[in-house]
């Protein structure tokens, strides 16, 4: 079977942005080191320093700039926090899968200036509180990546939006590795990506997030959203809601819906809003028949989306489908995996995979053909 122009451009956009990704950020001039619980110094960002495992510690990496910075941490950290820590210097910080940084319900734990590049790796941020972007706030034109990183249990206010991570206008956010996890809000529980913003999601979780207003527990999308190889789970109600004028383009990934009382749909597409699915594996509903296919998918228990491109398959049964429960099934993130005898195995023709690995990396294919959705079967 022929690939179409759509996969081509689809994959070149890929190549941009995880070439990009692997570009060091640029030493930022910083201001050196502020002594005290700081320690260390700065030497104005152009060589990576290990710094203490507190909040001052991190904000001097943040002064420094550059980086990669580290930080000392005897094993997994908890950090307090006293106020929220501003990112106003191009800067790389580096958690090392111990540092959690805790603002204890009581105010958010980063922002991210406007205009300003940063990357956070291997980090838990938790337990922030703000009117949005309790978690994370990216502000505007900024360009902000996370990787392994978790954002957990953030909270807005009243009818706050976007707990997780608040995306503005003009700014971009890449997630690879990551979990965004518990977070709670009016709309957008996990991520809200704002009218003019960019989010571009890769082999991560998005689970057990809630909205308040009724669609958008994992995200609300009034921008442009990419998601590949990434797992949506039990977001309630809805895995996404896409706005007018906003564009959703979901790969290789399953979405795993939690259906309230009040039959709300999994996913929630508004007026003009455009929702594409490629190789993806839906077990919940959509709200209105206008999903645009790019083949390959499943939809399971009914056929709510719309789904008509060459190798679709709807109204799939529990039992046809197997999809096992979120779980450590291998990587850095949770997922569900398909049960030996699911349709979702080998669904897809080897000349039609795409996309070389899943979630976990695990090289596809395993079997005869592709796996729809975010997993590839080990036999």
Known sequence: MLKSPFFALHWLAWLALILGACTTIPAAPGAGGMGGDGGGGGNGGFDGQTFPCTEQGIRNAIAAGGGPHSFDCSGPTQVPTAAVILIDNAVILDGGGEL????????R??????????????????????????GVFIGAGADVTLT??????????????????????????TLVDSTIARNVAFAGGG?????????NVLRSTISENVAQDSVSGGISVRGQLTVTNSTLSANSPGAISVSADSSTTLTNTTIEGVEPESGLPTLF???????????????????????VSGGNNIESPGDTCGLGGVGDTVGVSAAQLKLGELGQNGGPTQTHEPGSGSVAIDAIDTADCEVEDDQRRVARPQGAGCDVGAVEVVP
């Open 191 to 199: 991520i809200g990506v704002g009218t003019g913003g960019t989010a």
């Open 148 to 173: 392994d990183c978790s954002i957990t249990d953030c909270t807005t206010d009243d009818f706050g939006t976007s707990a997780g991570i608040s995306v503005s206008d003009r700014a971009l956010l």
């Open 269 to 291: 597409i508004a007026g003009a809003g455009a929702l594409t699915m490629v190789h993806s594996l839906l077990d919940g509903s959509c709200d209105s028949d206008v999903v």
């Open 100 to 107: 959690i940084v805790d603002s204890d319900d009581d105010h």
């Open 109 to 134: 734990v980063f922002e991210v200036a406007g205009d300003t590049t940063v990357e956070l790796r291997g980090m838990t941020i938790t337990r922030g509180r703000s009117s949005t972007g309790a």
